[in-house]
């Protein structure tokens, strides 16, 4: 990348002086759109918003024309400036993109070409707007797009998906080899930041393996620019800790360590809110809470409470978040208990195993090491000579199906419905109650009702 591209700034750009009469003669540019370009170039910042608040519309299309029809570099750096300028003036502009005197263009497709073709400069910008009018747009745009029926749809030829899409692959591609040192994976962060809020993006994000490239980012921050680029990764992070198939890379990830590691060190309230609430988010996912209290979380926020933190509402969510991990201790010391009991093969009717609270609230705890305890309770049922034990190993089999979304289909893979099978036989009348309990909660559903009336 030659170095005056790299380091070309919008001021810079700015200053070069556009000679727009020869565009007229040849065609490229209008007499109306040299009028309105002679009205607004090189004029002062008042004067250029006086005229975007009188005459928005015909400037956006214009741009959009000029970035469409002609290709020297310098021009079109130039005219990416004067949206970006208008743009940052007031990110609200984004919404005359969409205005129906602009319906006729197609006013997503020199930006996305110019994304994925253009110089550093050129990319940089493209990234901005786009993420702000494809974000500012009506929602009824999405329903045009999705029917393609409407007459604004057949001439719009790049939908918002194409948009979208494009979007998260460039961010993908600039957080795995940026194209510039310093600035391509905080511009890519900053940009996702807008667009995660969009649930497709989430999901396309996710499906490009997105959420791993921002685990290393999550770090503590020594100067101000990593210390914004840290807030707005803790941003991505939250957007994703509503969207279920995010949790679960999160879950598995460096990321729970990480986020705690910063939430120890950092002074900025803004981070470690964010932090918090992605936390308070996640703390009722799978085995997330067992994790969290394992990294030592609870302490970590009884630090923060004891600081002077001026947020009432950062106060309020770690309190919250304090409350869900003394619930999660509560939980794991049943759940500990249960697994000792498991594991040592001491398996007897204790209270917990026909409480059916104990059962809900520790359920995914019986994912963990890849359903270790299933696994065991399993090879009870092959090797104990127990009846007691063998009884209590299918009646918590049946109690896991009956308890886990995916329980049925879970026990079936393990391949236990043969060894439960064979205790229907067995001459201890609680092992063949409880076997037969398990088979009829293993083959339950219509299929099989000819069956339960046995």
């Not at 070309?8 to 200053?15: C, F, H, M, N, P």
């Not at 020869?22 to 009205?39: A, D, H, N, P, V």
Request: charged share 25%; net charge neutral.
């Amino acid at each position: 990348m030659p170095a005056d591209q790299a380091e070309l700034t919008t001021d810079q750009v700015l200053k070069r002086d556009i000679s727009w009469e020869t565009y007229t003669t040849t065609k490229m540019i209008s007499g109306t759109g040299l009028q309105l370009l002679r009205r607004y170039d090189n004029k002062p910042s008042s004067e250029k918003a006086q005229l975007l608040d009188s005459d928005g519309a015909a400037y956006v299309r214009l741009f959009v024309t000029i970035l469409r029809d002609i290709f020297k570099e310098e021009t079109v750096e130039y005219v990416l400036a004067l949206v970006d300028e208008m743009l940052s003036g007031n990110p609200k502009r984004a919404k005359l993109f969409h205005d129906n005197s602009v319906s006729s263009e197609d006013t997503y497709d020199p930006f996305l070409r110019l994304l994925q073709n253009g110089n550093w400069f050129i990319q940089e910008k493209c990234c901005k707007i786009l993420a702000l009018v494809v974000s500012s747009r009506p929602k009824t745009e999405d329903a045009v797009n999705m029917n393609g029926e409407t007459s604004a749809s057949k001439k719009k030829s790049t939908t918002v998906d194409d948009v979208l899409r494009g979007l998260v692959e460039w961010i993908c591609a600039q957080l795995r080899q940026p194209s510039h040192p310093t600035r391509g994976i905080p511009i890519a962060i900053n940009c996702l930041t807008i667009m995660l809020k969009e649930p497709v993006v989430r999901s396309s994000f996710v499906k490009a393996d997105g959420v791993k490239l921002l685990v290393p980012l999550i770090s503590p921050a020594s100067t101000q620019q990593s210390m914004q680029l840290l807030y707005e990764t803790c941003l991505c992070v939250w957007l994703l800790s509503y969207y279920e198939p995010a949790i679960e890379y999160l879950a598995t990830s460096r990321s729970l360590p990480r986020l705690i590691d910063v939430l120890k060190g950092s002074k900025k309230e803004k981070v470690i809110r964010v932090i918090v609430l992605t936390l308070k988010n996640l703390l009722s996912k799978g085995t997330i809470g067992a994790q969290l209290v394992d990294l030592g979380l609870p302490h970590v926020v009884q630090s923060l409470k004891a600081q002077a933190l001026s947020d009432e509402d950062l106060l309020e969510a770690l309190n919250q978040l304090e409350e869900g991990l003394k619930d999660n201790i509560k939980k794991l010391s049943s759940f500990e208990k249960y697994k000792q009991e498991v594991l040592l093969g001491h398996l007897d009717w204790s209270p917990m195993h026909k409480d059916s609270i104990f059962w809900r609230d520790n359920i995914t705890c019986f994912e963990e090491n890849d359903f270790q305890i299933l696994r065991v309770l399993i090879t009870v049922l092959d090797t104990s000579a127990d009846p007691r034990a063998l009884a209590v190993a299918c009646f918590d089999l049946s109690q896991f199906i009956q308890y886990h979304p995916a329980g049925r289909v879970i026990v079936t893979d393990l391949k236990a419905k043969d060894r439960v099978m064979k205790l229907m036989n067995h001459e201890n009348a609680e092992v063949t109650k409880n076997a037969l309990l398990c088979i009829q909660r293993l083959f339950l559903g219509a299929k099989y009702a000819s069956f339960l009336q046995v």
